[in-house]
């Protein structure tokens, strides 16, 4: 959401820690190997997943009927008086974003193999609690929208909480927010003072366990503005412990920063440990790699889709990524799209997909956050040896479509795990690559499989 000072850090683009990648020369190259295994080392390298860009769209500001942009302008004009942005009409903004429209985009979305993150703010701007009750909304209508989530969005989209209400903090102790209400008593600047990781990790849960309420699935969270900026050395843990614990998931992941420049956007591993055990534990860093050019948080902006994507795909920031190979993950705000119902913001948006999809078709791969920051997870830690003989792989976070470049004319012949295997099939071209597939090329093997967490055996005919 966008608001002056804290939502600084979601608009500047930020350094990010660059990922080390592991493969022959990480864990396993480390090991002492005798001569004649040593030599016979073929070279590999790890690629996109089906040799292509993973693209994801990261909508903010998401939750069940309430249009967080009515709701939220004035809390925020009273928490910052004298500021501009929030001596808006909001009172003639609809206060809904109707379950018509989650169903429109929804659907629009499915059709369109688009996938991404969607919050849901477990008690928006203040206005209810979805797991209980929306006043202004009857029990049936919030029920009725929660399905929706859960059937239509579910399967194509993550679903993060972005704190408890995104305006004000609330007190654990009591449920309520605070009496104060400025700066330091706002999600988005929270917390004003440090705070440990046990404490950060508490007010993550609190807002975890209310999706959990409503039987939605969850892997990570989504900082609502500046929030946890003064303690980004404790936020990737307290993401870990807050997701393990009420969710049980083996890899946690969460959406802060806007990355770009020379840094890239590929999703950074944090809080790791045990890197070299059969069982490590970390938290992924996904960041997005571009601003918000549609509606805007309050939804009365004019959209600018051609810096996202031009009509003929060669300019913008999304082109830029793509052709540099980096994640292409854009981001908006959910009232920017349905934009206090004229949905302008929701047809730029088409146009961009249209043109990604039309254009950069053959050489993208739309993904969730989840599975992004699991790809790279995937690919950095899993130990891999390929000989004359066989490539073997040690695995301790599985992922799908993982792709691997082997040098030299052989070509695979099974792919093995425990006892599971298959024979791979051959195809003409790189757009043709899918699991249990591969491609040559002229002086390599590019071959894709669904990676299983544990070892795996690729056997060269």
Same mark, same amino acid.
């Given at each position: 959401m966008s608001h002056p000072s804290p939502v600084i850090d979601r608009r500047k683009f930020l350094a990010a820690t660059a990922a080390t990648t592991l493969g022959a020369a990480g864990r396993a190259g480390a090991q002492e190997r005798p001569e004649a295994i040593r030599t016979a080392q073929r070279t590999h390298q790890v690629l996109h997943p089906q040799m292509r860009v993973p693209v994801s769209f990261i909508i903010d500001d998401s939750t069940c009927l309430v249009n967080m942009g009515h709701f939220c302008?004035?809390?925020?004009?009273?928490?910052?008086?004298?500021?501009?942005?929030?001596?808006? *009409?909001?009172?003639? $903004?609809?206060?809904?974003? *109707?379950?018509?429209? #989650?169903?429109?985009?929804?659907? $629009?979305?499915?059709?369109?193999?688009?996938?991404?993150?969607?919050?849901? #703010? *477990?008690?928006?701007?203040?206005?209810?609690?979805v797991d209980r009750e929306l006043p202004g909304w009857s029990r049936r209508e919030l029920q009725d929208s929660l399905k929706l989530v859960?059937?239509?969005?579910? *399967?194509?989209w993550d679903i993060h909480p972005e704190m408890i209400t995104h305006t004000r903090v609330i007190d654990l102790k009591t449920g309520r927010p605070f009496d104060e209400i400025n700066k330091g008593t706002m999600e988005n600047s929270y917390p004003q003072e440090d705070k440990s990781v046990d404490e950060l990790a508490a007010y993550l849960a609190y807002a975890l366990r209310i999706l959990k309420n409503c039987d939605l699935p969850c892997e990570g969270i989504t900082t609502p503005g500046g929030f946890g900026n003064r303690v980004k050395d404790k936020l990737p843990m307290a993401v870990d412990q807050a997701v393990r614990d009420v969710y049980g998931v083996e890899l946690p992941h969460y959406f802060k920063y806007i990355f770009g420049g020379e840094k890239g956007t590929e999703p950074v591993l944090e809080a790791v440990r045990g890197r070299?055990?059969?069982?490590?534990?970390?938290? #992924?860093?996904?960041?997005?790699?571009?601003?918000?050019?549609?509606?805007? $948080?309050?939804?009365?902006?004019?959209?600018?889709p051609d810096r996202y994507?031009?009509?003929?795909?060669? %300019?913008?920031?999304?082109?830029?990524?793509? %052709?540099?190979?980096?994640?292409?993950?854009?981001?908006?705000?959910?009232?920017?799209?349905?934009?206090n119902g004229d949905r302008h913001g929701f047809h730029a948006f088409q146009r961009n997909v249209r043109t990604v999809n039309e254009v950069h078709g053959d050489k993208v791969i739309w993904?969730?956050?989840?599975?992004?920051?699991?790809?790279?997870?995937?690919?950095?830690?899993t130990t891999i040896q390929t000989t004359d003989d066989a490539m073997t792989l040690e695995a301790p976070i599985g992922t799908e479509r993982f792709t691997v470049q082997v040098e030299g004319s052989k070509i695979p012949s099974h792919f093995s795990a425990g006892e599971d295997s298959h024979a791979f099939a051959e195809v003409g071209s790189a757009k043709q690559l899918k699991p249990g597939h591969f491609v040559r090329q002229q002086d390599s093997v590019v071959l894709c499989f669904d990676l299983p967490k544990g070892s795996s055996q690729v056997t060269w005919a």
């Open positions: 302008t004035p809390q925020f004009a009273t928490a910052h008086p004298g500021r501009a942005e929030y001596d808006k *009409p909001w009172r003639s $903004w609809p206060r809904e974003i *109707p379950d018509s429209f #989650v169903r429109e985009f929804g659907e $629009w979305c499915a059709e369109n193999g688009v996938r991404g993150k969607y919050s849901v #703010v *477990p008690c928006p701007a203040l206005v209810g609690w859960r059937e239509l969005m579910v *399967p194509h070299d055990t059969d069982a490590p534990q970390m938290t #992924v860093n996904v960041p997005a790699g571009t601003g918000d050019w549609y509606g805007g $948080w309050q939804g009365d902006l004019d959209p600018q994507l031009t009509e003929d795909g060669q %300019s913008g920031a999304l082109a830029e990524l793509i %052709s540099k190979g980096q994640p292409a993950t854009f981001l908006c705000h959910w009232p920017g799209m349905y934009c993904m969730k956050l989840s599975e992004i920051g699991r790809y790279w997870a995937a690919k950095e830690l």
